[in-house]
């Protein structure tokens, strides 16, 4: 019995014009087709309209001759022909021998065709299709990210897309970023359907740049800004994520129209300020890290995703400074105490444990100048009563002799 597949038959035959206008099919038509029967040779389709076609089951067939696809299952094909007085149908262009005709009708209708990934040339990489055809896919036409190593495609076999056919087939630029593209807007759609906005999904870590890293989800590719990684403050986004890292996030948005999706990790690990007022009571004192100087004051890092920030006018001791660097530098452990805490707001005023209020410092100037009354003192007289400002001038000197 004759094996009417597409690579075997002549597109002479496989699109003949009596039997289309009988289907009413075009050559390279696509269409959803469900499988009926699958049989040692052939997939056999139901079209529609009371019509069954059927495929070459190699073409679906693994390494070791096994196929996914069972009877009940929907099939994306491509009308080949009538010929035979049954309706032939694709999933693409085999890699066996095929003629240039066969690879021509492939670019007209949009047919994809197999191709083996021979070597890297000269701005991308040379293909080899219908058994010896050889052609050629652009570096932007390989995949949908950068390519960072050429020699991970060599010796693959992939489906393409020609793009060009010129010069009677001599000349032909296959892409295999329309197939994943097209992959891609098939998965979107059916992801429009079931994600939304605050749901937790798998993902896996594709890129990382200084701005946040992307992840793919399920082939929606979308941000997690550097804001939304940690609940501590990132300064270098690899020293907590890889790339290929699987990983699980929160929906922040969904932009289907422009296809732009951005996630939260942080979101998706506890809240260190669920309990943060039982964990950091007021008035508690704990070990801290300075992390960041700014003009009005230091940000201290009490935990994970736990800062807090002691004012400038609390850094002094009761002096007047201009900047914080002053007392404190970045990276410098400290010991502070818990002065306030706003949960909704997520701050946490701080002050230098052993550092003086205003009022604290101000008594304790007011104890010093009464203690060294009281040691300096002497009887009544015109000599030995001397004004505030005198003791305080005495006072100085001797501490300058201390």
């Known amino acids: 019995m004759p094996d009417n597949t597409p690579d075997q038959e002549s597109f002479a035959d496989l699109f003949k014009d009596d039997t289309i206008a009988n289907s009413q099919l075009s050559p390279g038509q696509k269409i959803l087709a469900k499988v009926v029967a699958v049989s040692q040779d052939s997939i056999f389709l139901d079209v529609g309209e009371k019509s069954e076609g059927f495929l070459n089951r190699k073409e679906l067939e693994d390494e ?111 892409s295999r970023r329309i197939i994943l593209e097209e992959e891609r807007e098939q998965k979107l759609e059916k992801l429009k359907e079931l994600l939304q906005e605050g749901m937790t999904v798998k993902g896996k870590i594709t890129s990382i740049k200084d701005f946040g890293a992307f992840v793919d989800v399920d082939g929606m590719e979308g941000l997690i800004p550097i804001s939304e990684i940690g609940w501590s403050r990132i300064e270098n986004i690899r020293d907590v994520l890889t790339e290929d890292q699987d990983v699980e996030v929160v929906i922040h948005k969904l932009d289907w129209e422009n296809k732009r999706f951005s996630f939260s990790l942080k979101k998706a690990l506890p809240d260190p300020w669920q309990d943060i007022a039982k964990q950091f009571p007021v008035g508690s004192f704990h070990a801290g890290k300075v992390i960041r100087l700014a003009k009005f004051g230091a940000f201290v890092n009490l935990a994970a995703g736990i800062d807090g920030l002691i004012h400038i006018s609390k850094l002094g001791g009761g002096r007047r400074i201009n900047h914080p660097k002053e007392v404190v530098e970045e990276g410098q452990a400290v010991e502070v105490k818990i002065e306030s805490i706003d949960p909704d707001e997520k701050r946490i005023s701080l002050s230098l444990a052993g550092e003086m209020t205003d009022d604290a410092a101000a008594a304790s100037e007011e104890n010093d100048v009464r203690k060294y009354m009281q040691k300096h003192e002497k009887p009544a007289s015109d000599d030995a009563v001397g004004t505030l400002g005198e003791i305080l001038k005495a006072k100085l000197k001797e501490k300058e002799r201390e």
Not at 134 to 141: G, V
């Open 64 to 174: 070791s001759g096994e196929i996914a696809v069972k009877s009940g299952d929907t099939l994306e094909v491509y009308f080949l022909s009538g010929a035979h007085n049954e309706m032939l149908f694709t999933t693409k262009i085999g890699s066996s021998s095929t003629s240039r005709e066969h690879l021509e009708e492939a670019y007209h209708s949009g047919i994809p065709l197999e191709g083996l990934v021979k070597k890297e040339i000269k701005g991308g990489f040379e293909i080899t299709v219908a058994g010896n055809v050889r052609t050629f896919c652009p570096y932007s036409q390989m995949d949908l990210k950068k390519i960072a190593d050429p020699e991970e495609y060599i010796g693959q076999h992939m489906l393409f897309k020609i793009t060009k056919f010129s010069e009677a087939g001599r000349n032909i630029v296959l």
